[in-house]
Protein backbone atom coordinates (compact mmCIF):
# COMPACT_ATOMS: atom_id res chain seq x y z
CA UNK A 1 0.00 0.00 0.00
CA UNK A 2 1.83 3.45 -0.97
CA UNK A 3 0.30 6.83 0.29
CA UNK A 4 -2.67 8.20 -1.83
CA UNK A 5 -1.21 10.68 -4.54
CA UNK A 6 -5.00 11.08 -5.70
CA UNK A 7 -7.75 11.24 -3.44
CA UNK A 8 -11.35 12.37 -4.83
CA UNK A 9 -13.92 12.33 -1.43
CA UNK A 10 -17.61 12.24 -2.49
CA UNK A 11 -16.86 14.25 -5.46
CA UNK A 12 -19.90 15.75 -7.71
CA UNK A 13 -19.52 17.92 -10.39
CA UNK A 14 -22.47 20.09 -12.23
CA UNK A 15 -22.47 21.96 -15.47
CA UNK A 16 -25.52 24.25 -15.18
CA UNK A 17 -28.27 21.17 -14.47
CA UNK A 18 -26.44 18.50 -15.79
CA UNK A 19 -24.43 16.57 -13.56
CA UNK A 20 -21.06 14.79 -15.12
CA UNK A 21 -20.29 13.42 -11.87
CA UNK A 22 -22.01 12.23 -8.95
CA UNK A 23 -20.52 11.35 -6.02
CA UNK A 24 -17.27 9.71 -6.62
CA UNK A 25 -14.72 8.32 -4.10
CA UNK A 26 -11.37 7.26 -5.98
CA UNK A 27 -7.99 6.92 -4.24
CA UNK A 28 -5.20 6.26 -6.93
CA UNK A 29 -1.76 5.07 -4.53
CA UNK A 30 1.78 5.60 -5.28
CA UNK A 31 3.06 3.30 -8.07
CA UNK A 32 -0.38 2.41 -9.31
CA UNK A 33 -0.76 2.67 -12.97
CA UNK A 34 -4.46 3.13 -12.77
CA UNK A 35 -7.06 2.83 -15.77
CA UNK A 36 -9.79 4.59 -15.62
CA UNK A 37 -12.68 2.95 -18.15
CA UNK A 38 -16.00 4.14 -19.34
CA UNK A 39 -17.73 5.27 -22.38
CA UNK A 40 -17.27 8.40 -23.87
CA UNK A 41 -19.28 10.97 -21.82
CA UNK A 42 -19.37 8.71 -18.79
CA UNK A 43 -16.89 11.57 -17.20
CA UNK A 44 -13.47 9.92 -17.61
CA UNK A 45 -12.50 13.61 -18.99
CA UNK A 46 -14.59 15.61 -16.23
CA UNK A 47 -12.65 13.29 -13.28
CA UNK A 48 -9.40 13.78 -14.79
CA UNK A 49 -9.86 17.72 -15.24
CA UNK A 50 -11.00 17.62 -11.59
CA UNK A 51 -7.23 16.30 -10.72
CA UNK A 52 -6.11 19.03 -12.90
CA UNK A 53 -7.93 21.84 -11.08
CA UNK A 54 -9.09 23.14 -14.96
CA UNK A 55 -12.46 22.86 -13.17
CA UNK A 56 -13.81 23.14 -9.10
CA UNK A 57 -15.67 20.40 -7.72
CA UNK A 58 -19.47 21.43 -6.95
CA UNK A 59 -19.23 19.64 -3.79
CA UNK A 60 -16.36 17.38 -2.47
CA UNK A 61 -13.10 17.55 -2.10
CA UNK A 62 -9.96 16.35 -5.07
CA UNK A 63 -6.42 16.12 -3.20
CA UNK A 64 -3.35 15.58 -5.01
CA UNK A 65 -0.22 15.31 -3.18
CA UNK A 66 -2.28 15.81 -0.53
CA UNK A 67 -2.66 19.76 -1.74
CA UNK A 68 -6.28 20.69 -2.93
CA UNK A 69 -6.60 20.08 -6.27
CA UNK A 70 -8.11 23.65 -7.23
CA UNK A 71 -6.51 26.39 -4.67
CA UNK A 72 -2.95 24.85 -5.53
CA UNK A 73 -2.65 23.83 -8.76
CA UNK A 74 0.71 25.61 -9.52
CA UNK A 75 2.43 23.42 -6.96
CA UNK A 76 0.58 20.38 -7.91
CA UNK A 77 1.46 20.71 -11.86
CA UNK A 78 5.53 21.10 -11.06
CA UNK A 79 5.29 17.33 -10.11
CA UNK A 80 2.57 16.12 -12.59
CA UNK A 81 2.81 15.28 -16.52
CA UNK A 82 -0.72 15.81 -18.62
CA UNK A 83 -2.21 14.99 -21.78
CA UNK A 84 -5.39 16.45 -22.74
CA UNK A 85 -7.91 14.67 -24.33
CA UNK A 86 -8.34 16.78 -26.63
CA UNK A 87 -4.58 17.06 -28.19
CA UNK A 88 -4.05 20.60 -29.45
CA UNK A 89 -0.55 22.22 -30.15
CA UNK A 90 0.88 25.58 -31.48
CA UNK A 91 0.77 25.35 -35.50
CA UNK A 92 3.98 27.22 -35.88
CA UNK A 93 5.84 26.20 -33.28
CA UNK A 94 7.80 22.94 -33.77
CA UNK A 95 8.53 20.14 -31.56
CA UNK A 96 11.78 21.14 -29.87
CA UNK A 97 9.76 25.20 -29.46
CA UNK A 98 7.18 23.40 -28.12
CA UNK A 99 9.93 21.58 -25.78
CA UNK A 100 11.67 24.82 -24.93
CA UNK A 101 8.28 26.78 -24.12
CA UNK A 102 6.77 23.76 -22.12
CA UNK A 103 10.14 22.93 -20.19
CA UNK A 104 10.91 26.65 -19.17
CA UNK A 105 7.23 26.79 -18.17
CA UNK A 106 7.80 24.08 -15.64
CA UNK A 107 10.64 25.50 -14.63
CA UNK A 108 13.37 23.69 -16.07
CA UNK A 109 14.64 25.29 -18.78
CA UNK A 110 15.34 22.94 -21.41
CA UNK A 111 14.54 19.47 -20.44
CA UNK A 112 17.56 16.79 -21.45
CA UNK A 113 15.28 14.12 -21.63
CA UNK A 114 12.80 15.41 -24.39
CA UNK A 115 15.21 13.89 -27.24
CA UNK A 116 15.95 10.49 -26.34
CA UNK A 117 12.31 10.34 -25.86
CA UNK A 118 11.50 12.04 -28.87
CA UNK A 119 13.71 8.83 -30.52
CA UNK A 120 12.46 6.25 -28.57
CA UNK A 121 8.84 7.24 -30.08
CA UNK A 122 10.19 7.82 -33.66
CA UNK A 123 9.34 11.44 -33.75
CA UNK A 124 11.32 13.89 -34.99
CA UNK A 125 11.23 17.79 -33.27
CA UNK A 126 12.11 19.79 -36.13
CA UNK A 127 8.66 20.33 -38.23
CA UNK A 128 5.95 22.56 -36.67
CA UNK A 129 2.97 21.04 -35.41
CA UNK A 130 0.51 21.87 -38.19
CA UNK A 131 2.87 19.50 -40.33
CA UNK A 132 2.62 16.52 -38.19
CA UNK A 133 0.11 13.83 -38.36
CA UNK A 134 -2.39 12.67 -35.56
CA UNK A 135 -0.33 10.43 -34.44
CA UNK A 136 2.50 12.28 -34.46
CA UNK A 137 0.41 14.89 -32.18
CA UNK A 138 0.10 12.75 -29.65
CA UNK A 139 3.54 11.59 -29.41
CA UNK A 140 4.57 14.89 -29.10
CA UNK A 141 1.92 15.81 -26.16
CA UNK A 142 3.53 12.50 -24.70
CA UNK A 143 7.06 13.92 -24.73
CA UNK A 144 6.11 17.07 -22.99
CA UNK A 145 3.96 15.42 -20.76
CA UNK A 146 6.70 13.00 -19.49
CA UNK A 147 10.20 14.81 -20.69
CA UNK A 148 10.21 16.66 -16.89
CA UNK A 149 10.19 13.09 -14.92
CA UNK A 150 7.01 14.15 -13.47
CA UNK A 151 5.70 12.40 -10.24
CA UNK A 152 2.62 12.04 -11.54
CA UNK A 153 1.00 11.45 -15.24
CA UNK A 154 -2.83 12.57 -15.72
CA UNK A 155 -3.21 10.90 -19.49
CA UNK A 156 -6.54 11.58 -21.12
CA UNK A 157 -7.53 8.98 -23.94
CA UNK A 158 -3.47 8.69 -24.27
CA UNK A 159 -2.68 6.00 -26.99
CA UNK A 160 -5.56 7.10 -29.01
CA UNK A 161 -4.00 8.14 -32.82
CA UNK A 162 -0.93 5.75 -32.15
CA UNK A 163 -0.32 2.63 -34.17
CA UNK A 164 0.71 -0.80 -31.91
CA UNK A 165 4.14 -0.22 -32.19
CA UNK A 166 4.57 2.84 -30.67
CA UNK A 167 1.36 1.86 -28.33
CA UNK A 168 3.73 -0.60 -26.95
CA UNK A 169 6.90 1.63 -26.62
CA UNK A 170 4.75 4.07 -24.80
CA UNK A 171 3.61 1.21 -22.67
CA UNK A 172 7.18 0.23 -21.68
CA UNK A 173 7.57 3.62 -20.85
CA UNK A 174 4.59 3.82 -18.00
CA UNK A 175 6.23 0.55 -16.73
CA UNK A 176 9.64 2.56 -16.55
CA UNK A 177 8.09 5.22 -14.84
CA UNK A 178 5.95 2.98 -12.36
CA UNK A 179 9.05 1.07 -12.01
CA UNK A 180 10.75 4.15 -10.84
CA UNK A 181 7.76 4.95 -8.00
CA UNK A 182 5.55 7.17 -10.62
CA UNK A 183 2.17 6.97 -10.27
CA UNK A 184 -0.25 7.12 -13.49
CA UNK A 185 -4.37 8.04 -14.11
CA UNK A 186 -5.04 7.43 -17.57
CA UNK A 187 -8.45 6.89 -19.03
CA UNK A 188 -9.62 4.61 -22.31
CA UNK A 189 -12.77 3.37 -23.48
CA UNK A 190 -11.43 0.16 -23.96
CA UNK A 191 -9.94 -2.14 -21.59
CA UNK A 192 -7.51 -3.77 -24.10
CA UNK A 193 -6.04 -0.26 -24.19
CA UNK A 194 -5.01 -0.30 -20.80
CA UNK A 195 -4.54 -3.97 -19.69
CA UNK A 196 -1.23 -4.59 -20.54
CA UNK A 197 -0.26 -1.91 -18.14
CA UNK A 198 -3.01 -0.94 -16.22
CA UNK A 199 -2.45 -2.38 -12.14
CA UNK A 200 -6.48 -0.85 -11.09
CA UNK A 201 -9.11 -0.64 -13.22
CA UNK A 202 -11.45 1.82 -12.37
CA UNK A 203 -15.21 1.79 -14.13
CA UNK A 204 -17.56 5.21 -14.28
CA UNK A 205 -20.51 4.94 -16.18
CA UNK A 206 -22.66 8.17 -16.67
CA UNK A 207 -21.10 9.73 -13.87
CA UNK A 208 -21.10 6.95 -11.45
CA UNK A 209 -17.87 5.13 -10.07
CA UNK A 210 -18.92 1.37 -10.55
CA UNK A 211 -16.29 -0.39 -9.89
CA UNK A 212 -12.57 -0.46 -8.88
CA UNK A 213 -10.64 -3.78 -8.88
CA UNK A 214 -7.10 -5.08 -9.25
CA UNK A 215 -6.53 -6.06 -12.33
CA UNK A 216 -5.24 -9.41 -10.90
CA UNK A 217 -8.88 -10.01 -9.64
CA UNK A 218 -10.49 -9.05 -12.72
CA UNK A 219 -8.43 -11.74 -14.39
CA UNK A 220 -9.16 -14.09 -11.48
CA UNK A 221 -12.81 -13.21 -12.24
CA UNK A 222 -12.05 -14.43 -15.92
CA UNK A 223 -15.15 -16.44 -17.65
CA UNK A 224 -15.09 -19.64 -19.02
CA UNK A 225 -17.17 -20.43 -22.48
CA UNK A 226 -18.65 -23.89 -21.08
CA UNK A 227 -20.37 -26.13 -23.37
CA UNK A 228 -21.89 -29.77 -21.88
CA UNK A 229 -23.45 -32.23 -24.68
CA UNK A 230 -25.66 -34.68 -22.09
CA UNK A 231 -26.73 -38.34 -23.25
CA UNK A 232 -30.52 -37.03 -22.70
CA UNK A 233 -32.55 -33.33 -21.90
CA UNK A 234 -31.64 -31.43 -18.76
CA UNK A 235 -33.52 -28.74 -17.12
CA UNK A 236 -32.19 -25.27 -16.80
CA UNK A 237 -32.57 -24.79 -12.79
CA UNK A 238 -29.81 -26.44 -10.88
CA UNK A 239 -27.32 -24.94 -13.35
CA UNK A 240 -28.42 -21.36 -13.01
CA UNK A 241 -28.63 -21.72 -9.19
CA UNK A 242 -25.71 -21.96 -8.94
CA UNK A 243 -23.10 -19.20 -7.66
CA UNK A 244 -21.80 -17.06 -10.61
CA UNK A 245 -22.68 -18.87 -13.24
CA UNK A 246 -24.18 -16.68 -15.90
CA UNK A 247 -26.46 -16.90 -19.02
CA UNK A 248 -27.59 -20.32 -18.75
CA UNK A 249 -29.19 -21.57 -22.16
CA UNK A 250 -30.26 -25.35 -22.68
CA UNK A 251 -31.27 -26.76 -26.22
CA UNK A 252 -32.73 -30.38 -25.93
CA UNK A 253 -29.48 -31.59 -24.59
CA UNK A 254 -27.56 -28.98 -25.10
CA UNK A 255 -26.16 -26.77 -21.84
CA UNK A 256 -24.69 -23.55 -22.70
CA UNK A 257 -23.54 -21.22 -19.97
CA UNK A 258 -20.69 -18.78 -18.60
CA UNK A 259 -19.07 -19.41 -15.53
CA UNK A 260 -16.05 -17.42 -13.64
CA UNK A 261 -13.32 -19.82 -12.52
CA UNK A 262 -14.90 -19.42 -8.91
CA UNK A 263 -17.96 -21.18 -9.97
CA UNK A 264 -16.16 -24.53 -12.07
CA UNK A 265 -16.24 -27.10 -9.41
CA UNK A 266 -19.44 -26.28 -8.27
CA UNK A 267 -20.53 -26.38 -11.95
CA UNK A 268 -18.93 -29.99 -12.75
CA UNK A 269 -20.24 -31.42 -9.76
CA UNK A 270 -24.18 -30.55 -11.08
CA UNK A 271 -22.99 -31.86 -14.40
CA UNK A 272 -21.65 -35.11 -13.31
CA UNK A 273 -24.78 -35.65 -12.08
CA UNK A 274 -25.88 -36.47 -15.55
CA UNK A 275 -24.38 -38.69 -18.53
CA UNK A 276 -22.22 -36.47 -20.45
CA UNK A 277 -21.28 -36.87 -23.90
CA UNK A 278 -18.88 -34.36 -24.18
CA UNK A 279 -17.68 -31.10 -22.21
CA UNK A 280 -15.79 -27.97 -23.70
CA UNK A 281 -13.97 -25.34 -21.79
CA UNK A 282 -13.23 -22.50 -22.67
CA UNK A 283 -11.63 -18.96 -21.41
CA UNK A 284 -13.27 -16.03 -22.86
CA UNK A 285 -11.14 -12.65 -23.77
CA UNK A 286 -10.21 -10.51 -20.61
CA UNK A 287 -12.25 -7.49 -22.37
CA UNK A 288 -15.28 -10.24 -22.74
CA UNK A 289 -14.98 -10.65 -19.04
CA UNK A 290 -14.86 -7.15 -17.98
CA UNK A 291 -17.79 -6.16 -20.10
CA UNK A 292 -20.27 -8.97 -19.18
CA UNK A 293 -19.07 -7.26 -15.34
CA UNK A 294 -19.29 -4.23 -15.98
CA UNK A 295 -22.48 -3.84 -18.10
CA UNK A 296 -24.06 -5.44 -15.16
CA UNK A 297 -22.51 -3.20 -12.73
CA UNK A 298 -23.68 -0.28 -14.60
CA UNK A 299 -27.09 -1.54 -15.13
CA UNK A 300 -27.56 -1.52 -11.16
CA UNK A 301 -26.66 2.08 -10.98
CA UNK A 302 -29.24 3.06 -13.33
CA UNK B 1 11.78 33.80 -27.21
CA UNK B 2 10.23 30.68 -25.46
CA UNK B 3 11.09 31.44 -21.82
CA UNK B 4 7.74 32.66 -20.85
CA UNK B 5 4.06 33.78 -21.98
CA UNK B 6 4.90 37.26 -22.06
CA UNK B 7 7.77 36.68 -25.00
CA UNK B 8 6.12 34.09 -26.51
CA UNK B 9 3.07 36.06 -26.90
CA UNK B 10 5.23 38.71 -28.37
CA UNK B 11 6.82 36.10 -31.04
CA UNK B 12 3.42 34.63 -31.96
CA UNK B 13 2.78 38.32 -32.97
CA UNK B 14 5.45 39.05 -35.27
CA UNK B 15 3.96 38.27 -38.55
CA UNK B 16 0.76 40.09 -38.08
CA UNK B 17 2.95 42.89 -36.54
CA UNK B 18 4.85 43.41 -39.56
CA UNK B 19 1.74 43.88 -41.26
CA UNK B 20 -0.08 45.82 -39.22
CA UNK B 21 3.54 47.98 -39.06
CA UNK B 22 3.18 48.03 -42.78
CA UNK B 23 -0.64 49.45 -43.16
CA UNK B 24 0.10 52.06 -40.92
CA UNK B 25 2.80 53.41 -43.18
CA UNK B 26 0.36 52.80 -45.79
CA UNK B 27 -2.04 54.52 -44.38
CA UNK B 28 -0.79 57.41 -43.60
CA UNK B 29 0.80 57.93 -47.02
CA UNK B 30 -2.45 57.74 -48.47
CA UNK B 31 -3.50 60.79 -45.68
CA UNK B 32 -0.69 62.22 -46.20
CA UNK B 33 -0.91 62.38 -50.48
CA UNK B 34 -4.37 63.65 -50.03
CA UNK B 35 -3.12 66.49 -48.13
CA UNK B 36 -1.77 68.90 -50.86
CA UNK B 37 -4.90 68.44 -52.68
CA UNK B 38 -7.46 69.12 -49.91
CA UNK B 39 -5.66 72.19 -48.57
CA UNK B 40 -6.07 74.06 -51.58
CA UNK B 41 -9.81 73.33 -51.60
CA UNK B 42 -11.33 75.46 -49.52
CA UNK B 43 -14.59 73.89 -50.07
CA UNK B 44 -13.59 71.42 -48.20
CA UNK B 45 -13.95 73.66 -45.39
CA UNK B 46 -17.71 75.11 -46.36
CA UNK B 47 -18.45 71.69 -47.00
CA UNK B 48 -17.83 70.84 -43.35
CA UNK B 49 -19.24 74.35 -41.83
CA UNK B 50 -22.40 73.37 -43.80
CA UNK B 51 -22.56 69.99 -42.10
CA UNK B 52 -25.84 69.63 -39.33
CA UNK B 53 -23.94 69.91 -35.80
CA UNK B 54 -24.71 66.58 -35.09
CA UNK B 55 -22.45 65.05 -37.98
CA UNK B 56 -19.60 67.50 -37.49
CA UNK B 57 -19.54 66.60 -33.69
CA UNK B 58 -19.49 62.85 -34.65
CA UNK B 59 -16.63 63.51 -37.25
CA UNK B 60 -14.42 65.87 -35.09
CA UNK B 61 -13.65 68.21 -32.08
CA UNK B 62 -15.68 71.28 -32.74
CA UNK B 63 -13.78 73.97 -34.57
CA UNK B 64 -11.59 71.97 -36.14
CA UNK B 65 -9.74 73.86 -39.50
CA UNK B 66 -9.43 71.63 -42.08
CA UNK B 67 -6.77 74.00 -43.70
CA UNK B 68 -4.59 73.17 -41.38
CA UNK B 69 -2.18 70.32 -41.13
CA UNK B 70 -3.63 70.19 -37.37
CA UNK B 71 -6.91 70.59 -38.51
CA UNK B 72 -6.44 68.17 -41.34
CA UNK B 73 -5.28 65.15 -39.25
CA UNK B 74 -7.45 65.88 -36.85
CA UNK B 75 -10.98 65.70 -38.76
CA UNK B 76 -9.21 62.91 -41.11
CA UNK B 77 -7.56 60.56 -39.24
CA UNK B 78 -7.80 61.14 -35.92
CA UNK B 79 -11.53 60.79 -35.39
CA UNK B 80 -12.38 58.30 -36.93
CA UNK B 81 -9.48 55.95 -38.94
CA UNK B 82 -7.09 56.05 -36.59
CA UNK B 83 -9.22 54.72 -33.61
CA UNK B 84 -10.77 51.95 -35.49
CA UNK B 85 -6.77 50.76 -36.56
CA UNK B 86 -5.77 50.86 -33.12
CA UNK B 87 -8.60 49.63 -30.94
CA UNK B 88 -9.24 46.54 -34.08
CA UNK B 89 -5.65 46.00 -32.98
CA UNK B 90 -6.09 45.85 -29.42
CA UNK B 91 -9.48 43.98 -29.82
CA UNK B 92 -7.36 41.19 -31.65
CA UNK B 93 -4.88 40.99 -29.22
CA UNK B 94 -7.18 41.27 -26.01
CA UNK B 95 -9.86 38.45 -27.17
CA UNK B 96 -6.49 35.86 -28.43
CA UNK B 97 -5.38 36.36 -25.20
CA UNK B 98 -7.43 33.88 -23.26
CA UNK B 99 -10.61 33.03 -25.47
CA UNK B 100 -8.19 32.44 -28.60
CA UNK B 101 -6.24 29.70 -27.04
CA UNK B 102 -9.33 28.46 -25.37
CA UNK B 103 -11.05 28.33 -28.86
CA UNK B 104 -8.11 26.94 -30.34
CA UNK B 105 -7.59 24.37 -27.43
CA UNK B 106 -4.08 24.89 -26.93
CA UNK B 107 -5.05 27.02 -23.43
CA UNK B 108 -4.55 23.21 -21.82
CA UNK B 109 -0.74 23.44 -22.57
CA UNK B 110 -0.75 26.40 -20.43
CA UNK B 111 -3.39 25.28 -17.84
CA UNK B 112 -1.07 22.41 -17.48
CA UNK B 113 1.70 24.16 -16.45
CA UNK B 114 2.52 25.65 -13.10
CA UNK B 115 2.15 28.79 -14.22
CA UNK B 116 -0.53 30.70 -12.43
CA UNK B 117 -3.88 32.04 -14.48
CA UNK B 118 -3.64 35.19 -13.11
CA UNK B 119 0.06 35.59 -14.39
CA UNK B 120 -1.11 34.22 -17.84
CA UNK B 121 -3.40 36.84 -18.34
CA UNK B 122 -0.68 39.28 -17.19
CA UNK B 123 1.57 38.55 -19.46
CA UNK B 124 -0.79 38.79 -22.30
CA UNK B 125 -2.26 41.78 -21.58
CA UNK B 126 1.62 43.62 -20.88
CA UNK B 127 2.29 42.40 -24.61
CA UNK B 128 -0.98 43.85 -25.49
CA UNK B 129 0.55 47.24 -24.22
CA UNK B 130 3.54 47.11 -25.73
CA UNK B 131 2.04 46.13 -28.95
CA UNK B 132 -0.21 48.98 -28.92
CA UNK B 133 2.05 51.66 -27.93
CA UNK B 134 4.89 50.42 -30.53
CA UNK B 135 1.83 50.93 -33.14
CA UNK B 136 0.84 53.94 -32.22
CA UNK B 137 4.68 55.27 -32.13
CA UNK B 138 5.10 53.93 -35.54
CA UNK B 139 1.78 56.10 -36.39
CA UNK B 140 3.32 59.25 -35.16
CA UNK B 141 6.40 58.40 -36.24
CA UNK B 142 4.58 57.97 -39.86
CA UNK B 143 2.97 60.81 -39.55
CA UNK B 144 5.82 63.33 -38.41
CA UNK B 145 8.12 62.07 -41.70
CA UNK B 146 5.89 61.02 -43.92
CA UNK B 147 3.89 64.62 -43.33
CA UNK B 148 7.61 66.44 -44.42
CA UNK B 149 7.14 65.31 -47.74
CA UNK B 150 4.01 67.68 -48.28
CA UNK B 151 4.63 70.15 -46.05
CA UNK B 152 1.89 68.50 -44.07
CA UNK B 153 3.82 70.12 -40.77
CA UNK B 154 2.93 68.90 -37.28
CA UNK B 155 4.29 69.63 -33.86
CA UNK B 156 5.77 66.75 -32.55
CA UNK B 157 5.25 67.21 -28.96
CA UNK B 158 1.67 67.51 -29.50
CA UNK B 159 1.34 64.53 -32.02
CA UNK B 160 3.35 62.08 -29.44
CA UNK B 161 0.38 63.53 -26.75
CA UNK B 162 -2.06 62.05 -29.27
CA UNK B 163 -0.67 58.96 -29.80
CA UNK B 164 -0.54 58.25 -26.40
CA UNK B 165 -3.84 58.97 -25.80
CA UNK B 166 -4.93 56.99 -29.29
CA UNK B 167 -2.92 53.90 -27.50
CA UNK B 168 -4.85 54.26 -24.47
CA UNK B 169 -8.26 54.70 -25.85
CA UNK B 170 -7.17 51.21 -28.03
CA UNK B 171 -6.04 49.82 -24.73
CA UNK B 172 -9.13 50.25 -23.34
CA UNK B 173 -11.21 47.87 -25.43
CA UNK B 174 -8.62 45.41 -25.82
CA UNK B 175 -8.47 45.14 -21.81
CA UNK B 176 -12.27 44.61 -21.71
CA UNK B 177 -12.02 41.95 -24.71
CA UNK B 178 -9.40 40.50 -22.63
CA UNK B 179 -11.74 40.47 -19.58
CA UNK B 180 -14.72 39.46 -21.03
CA UNK B 181 -12.79 36.56 -23.46
CA UNK B 182 -11.06 35.77 -19.97
CA UNK B 183 -14.16 35.68 -17.91
CA UNK B 184 -16.35 33.68 -20.71
CA UNK B 185 -13.70 31.70 -22.65
CA UNK B 186 -16.33 32.37 -25.79
CA UNK B 187 -13.84 34.10 -28.39
CA UNK B 188 -17.20 36.07 -30.41
CA UNK B 189 -18.11 37.55 -27.30
CA UNK B 190 -14.88 38.92 -26.61
CA UNK B 191 -15.04 40.41 -29.79
CA UNK B 192 -18.47 41.65 -30.11
CA UNK B 193 -18.66 42.77 -26.29
CA UNK B 194 -15.89 45.56 -26.94
CA UNK B 195 -16.57 46.61 -30.32
CA UNK B 196 -20.54 47.07 -28.97
CA UNK B 197 -19.42 49.09 -26.09
CA UNK B 198 -17.31 51.46 -28.47
CA UNK B 199 -19.71 52.32 -31.07
CA UNK B 200 -22.12 53.38 -27.82
CA UNK B 201 -18.92 54.90 -26.28
CA UNK B 202 -17.83 56.92 -29.76
CA UNK B 203 -22.17 58.13 -30.20
CA UNK B 204 -22.65 59.15 -26.80
CA UNK B 205 -18.87 60.98 -26.85
CA UNK B 206 -19.86 62.41 -29.72
CA UNK B 207 -23.54 63.35 -29.26
CA UNK B 208 -22.81 64.13 -25.60
CA UNK B 209 -22.08 68.01 -26.08
CA UNK B 210 -25.77 68.34 -28.48
CA UNK B 211 -27.82 66.10 -26.64
CA UNK B 212 -28.82 67.26 -23.10
CA UNK B 213 -29.64 63.70 -21.40
CA UNK B 214 -26.13 62.43 -22.64
CA UNK B 215 -24.04 64.98 -21.26
CA UNK B 216 -23.60 63.48 -18.13
CA UNK B 217 -22.48 60.35 -19.87
CA UNK B 218 -19.71 62.09 -21.92
CA UNK B 219 -17.26 62.54 -19.78
CA UNK B 220 -17.40 58.50 -18.96
CA UNK B 221 -16.92 57.72 -22.47
CA UNK B 222 -13.23 56.94 -23.32
CA UNK B 223 -13.37 59.03 -26.49
CA UNK B 224 -13.86 61.69 -23.85
CA UNK B 225 -10.62 60.62 -22.48
CA UNK B 226 -8.77 60.36 -25.77
CA UNK B 227 -9.88 63.44 -27.57
CA UNK B 228 -11.72 65.27 -25.31
CA UNK B 229 -9.62 68.06 -24.72
CA UNK B 230 -8.44 68.19 -28.15
CA UNK B 231 -4.72 66.73 -27.72
CA UNK B 232 -3.13 67.67 -30.83
CA UNK B 233 -3.19 71.71 -29.42
CA UNK B 234 -3.64 70.61 -25.85
CA UNK B 235 -0.94 67.98 -25.60
CA UNK B 236 -1.44 65.14 -23.00
CA UNK B 237 -4.43 65.66 -20.51
CA UNK B 238 -3.09 64.06 -17.77
CA UNK B 239 -6.21 63.57 -15.99
CA UNK B 240 -7.74 61.63 -19.35
CA UNK B 241 -4.71 59.35 -19.16
CA UNK B 242 -5.29 58.84 -14.96
CA UNK B 243 -8.64 57.61 -16.14
CA UNK B 244 -7.70 55.20 -19.09
CA UNK B 245 -4.95 53.75 -17.57
CA UNK B 246 -6.97 53.05 -14.23
CA UNK B 247 -9.69 51.16 -16.38
CA UNK B 248 -7.27 49.43 -18.48
CA UNK B 249 -5.76 48.28 -15.05
CA UNK B 250 -8.91 47.53 -13.53
CA UNK B 251 -9.69 45.63 -16.32
CA UNK B 252 -6.95 43.46 -16.36
CA UNK B 253 -6.85 42.58 -12.82
CA UNK B 254 -10.29 42.05 -12.89
CA UNK B 255 -9.84 39.59 -16.39
CA UNK B 256 -7.12 37.79 -14.10
CA UNK B 257 -9.72 37.51 -11.07
CA UNK B 258 -12.64 35.84 -13.27
CA UNK B 259 -9.93 33.62 -14.93
CA UNK B 260 -8.69 32.15 -11.70
CA UNK B 261 -12.00 31.48 -10.34
CA UNK B 262 -13.34 29.85 -13.55
CA UNK B 263 -14.06 26.35 -14.69
CA UNK B 264 -11.89 25.18 -17.97
CA UNK B 265 -13.99 23.10 -19.33
CA UNK B 266 -13.09 20.80 -22.50
Known amino acids: MGAAVIRCED ?10 LGGVDLVVEAGDVFGYLGPNGAGKTTTLRLVMGMIRPTSGRVEVFGLDAWRDRSAIHRRVGYISGDVALYDRLTGQDHVDFVGHLQGLGRPPEAGALAERLGLGLRRPARELS ?19 LVLDEPSSGLDPMVQREFHTL ?13 SSHVLSEVQRVATRIGVISRGRLVAVERLDDVRAKALHHVEVQFASPVAAGAFETIEGVRDVRIEGALLRCDA ?6 PLLKEVSRHEVVDLTCIEAELEETFMAYYTKAAADVA | MLRDVLLKT ?9 AWCLSVVLLVAMYVALWPSIRDQPSMQDFLDQMPQALRNLLATSGADMSTPVGYIQ ?24 AGEEDRRTLDLLLATPVARSRIVVDKAVAMVLGALG ?7 ALLLEGTFVGLD ?7 AAMLHLALLGLVFGALSLLVGAATGRLALSRGVPAFVAVVAYVVNGLGGLVSWLEPFQKLSPFFQYAGHDPLHAGVSWLGVTVAVATVAVLVVGGALAFERRDVAS
Do not use: C, W
Open chain 1, 174 to 186: LAQHAARGGTVLL
Open chain 2, 154 to 160: LPAGKVA
Open chain 2, 10 to 18: LRDQRRSYA
Open chain 2, 75 to 98: VEFLSFMGPILVILYAVLAGSGAV
Open chain 1, 260 to 265: PQSSLD
Open chain 1, 134 to 152: RGNRQKLALVLALMTRPEL
Open chain 2, 135 to 141: LTTLLGV
Open chain 1, 11 to 20: VTKRFGTTEA
